[in-house]
């Protein structure tokens, strides 16, 4: 319910260009034109890489599935939310 009545937009980096364009839409006295200002400095950008494996057990990632049901469920939530905005944004050029 915070979700919707206080944020106009929450996006994550995981869906750069979405989160961009709702931005860009919903709040352009702040994001006008922030994908090509962003895509236009990607050469300043480096890419986190992780040296070791990231590979869980099943039975932890069982585990932590479990225990963070909550924060998968908003995370879900967010994310349709912003593709549902986008959609929204976007309609007449599908």
Known sequence: MNVEREYAVV??????????AVLEAYIPRYFANARRVYYSKTEKFTINT???????????EEYLRSSFSFEFE?????KQRLYKQYIAVYKDEF
């Open 11 to 20: 996006g994550s980096w995981e869906n750069t260009n979405v989160t961009l």
């Open 74 to 78: 908003l995370y879900y939530f967010i």
């Open 50 to 60: 992780v040296s070791h494996d990231t590979h869980l057990d099943k039975d932890v």
